[in-house]
């Protein structure tokens, strides 16, 4: 298990990781950004030489009714047997219908098929790798009619079936329930606390539409903001200090101000809140 | 079902229909609305993909209209797998089609050559054998042996100098941008990999025919036959250039 608060690593700071990697306690990559790609790949093996590596998927499409592809799993478990991650994740999500990628984690219905059709991917999947696999909440802005359970009974039944972990992303219960007119710390509360392996910390933005309607955009953008931070402080006293990862994917700072905000994380102080 | 549910959330995202299926609740901000920001977060992830592998069509358009170009690209043909680094087929073919593009002539050329680049790139690293693999061989069997090219290679004939205008485009240099008449002359080009970098070399009318024998798979014989007095200059070339990946002595 990596220690301390991790970064999600991107390529513009391989040659600053590689330079001081003792500065970085753990990263966390897309496997998908580097399928393929041979000189990322070897400057990622000379990181994953220094450095705890986590991967986290955004293409295997575990909720997919057409199931897994086999090539893309295949490609994953060739980067898992390279460099070991320390943990591997994805989503309660679909990206893949038919021969299309989506680019996109796409939202599911909370049904009993859905979760049947998410099981057996899963299982799949921790077959083909051998490895116990952490599934994570997604950020959602629509809610299905056809749902029949909430989110957090959906993630502890797929734990159950499946032995997975559960990755627990704060911003993203921040961002959903905002949506969703739902309370965060009651979604934590209900989350299966045996099944928490890594907790996601991250940004997002606010669209608004002019009528004081708005919706919360998981973008990856900007540092946490305070209500993301606060339900952390709730979640590492629910769950205690579990592997941190903070996500920033888009208007990515500077590796220094990366860490300078990690580092606040492991600062966090846990808030009991109910 | 959930596979027709999310064929139809597929097709809006990728923007091949404006209609939203029905059962996504509706408070206000509609299905629709909500779909949209799935839809912006994949355009924007595709055409990120797609501006890294036709970097010079991006700037020679502009980032708005080369935005509209992958919209269209996306909806026609979306990606088969995650491995975007292979996305991006026919999205030359795709530019060609643009009417608006079109007094642009050379842009899918342009966008043919760097397609061609990325390929190139991504080939595992092979070494070109050299011309003394070719001393080796039997004085009789050389004339039935087999000469493969470099594994990366790709041959393009185009009608627009898009080599001249990738490298000024990409050097910001507007002098040779000013300097180079786009319409003057069809190009026949071998696209490689070289000591992992991608070599983007001009061939005159005899070279493309020989090289072109190559790929055919010709004997040595029968391109020695064709080329004539020229032909150790070009097998020499060849080499040289490092475009020969293997030989097959026994001709098979």
């Known amino acids: 298990m990596p220690s301390g608060v991790g970064i999600g690593l991107h390529f513009a700071h391989h040659a600053a990781v590689l330079a001081d990697p003792a500065a970085v306690a753990w990263v966390e990559i897309h496997p998908e950004n580097y399928i393929g790609d041979r000189r990322r790949l070897r400057e990622l093996a000379r990181i994953r030489r220094d450095i705890p590596m986590s991967f986290d998927g955004v293409g295997l499409s575990l909720g997919s009714a057409g199931g897994i592809c086999d090539r893309h799993l295949g490609d994953l478990a060739e980067l898992v047997d390279q460099f070991e991650p320390v943990l591997i994740s994805e989503h309660a999500a679909w990206c893949r219908s038919g021969n299309r990628f989506h680019a996109d984690l796409l939202p599911l219905p909370l049904t009993e098929e859905a979760l049947d059709i998410m099981c057996r991917n899963v299982e799949r999947t921790q077959e083909r790798l051998r490895r116990t696999i952490l599934v994570e909440n997604p950020s959602t802005y629509l809610e299905f009619i056809a749902s029949k359970m909430s989110e957090p009974e959906f993630l502890t039944s797929l734990a159950r079936r499946t032995g997975c972990k559960l990755l627990c992303d704060v911003n993203n219960i921040v961002v959903s329930c905002a949506n969703h007119r739902l309370d965060p710390l009651a979604y934590l509360q209900a989350l299966p606390a045996g099944a928490i392996a890594e907790i996601h910390i991250g940004g997002h933005a606010i669209e608004s539409f002019g009528d004081g309607r708005s919706l919360r955009i998981d973008d990856h953008g900007s540092a946490p903001p305070d209500d993301v931070w606060a339900l952390y402080d709730a979640a590492i006293a629910r769950f205690g200090r579990l592997p941190t990862l903070l996500e920033w994917d888009n208007a990515v700072p500077a590796l220094d101000v990366l860490l300078a905000v990690a580092a606040s994380a492991t600062n966090r102080a846990p808030a009991h809140v109910v | 079902m959930l596979s027709e549910l999310q064929r139809q959330i597929g097709d809006f995202v990728l923007g091949r229909t404006e209609l939203a299926p029905a059962g996504i ?17 994949a355009r924007t992830a595709l055409t990120k993909a797609l ?14 209209f080369f935005a509209m170009a992958a919209a269209r690209f996306i909806a026609s043909e979306p990606p088969n797998s995650p491995r975007l680094l292979a996305y991006g087929e026919g999205f030359a073919d795709t530019i060609a089609g643009i009417e608006e593009a079109a007094s642009v002539p050379y842009l899918a050329d342009v966008a043919r050559l760097e397609w061609a680049c990325g390929r190139a790139a991504g080939f595992e690293y092979q070494q070109p054998i050299s011309i003394d693999a070719l001393a080796a061989l039997a004085p009789e069997h050389a004339p039935l042996a087999r000469l493969r090219l470099h594994a990366s290679m790709r041959l393009l004939e185009l009608d627009h100098p898009a080599d001249t205008i990738v490298n000024a485009v990409l050097a910001d240099d507007d002098d040779a941008l000013a300097r180079l008449d786009p319409l003057a002359c069809p190009v026949r080009l071998a696209v490689y990999q070289r000591a992992q970098r991608v070599i983007v070399s001009r061939l005159d009318a005899a070279e493309w ?3 072109q024998g190559l790929s055919q798979g010709q004997t040595l ?27 097959d002595a026994d001709g098979g």
Do not use: C, K
Request: glycine share 12%.
């Open chain 2, 25 to 41: 609740r509706d408070d206000g901000i509609t299905p629709a609305m909500r779909l949209a920001i799935h839809r912006h977060s």
């Open chain 2, 209 to 211: 025919a020989f090289v």
């Open chain 2, 51 to 64: 501006a890294t592998q036709f970097p010079a069509v991006e700037r020679l358009v502009g980032a708005g």
């Open chain 2, 221 to 247: 014989g029968s391109l020695v036959a064709q080329a004539g007095d020229t032909a150790a200059l070009l097998l020499a070339a060849q080499f040289t250039a490092g475009r020969i990946g293997e030989i």
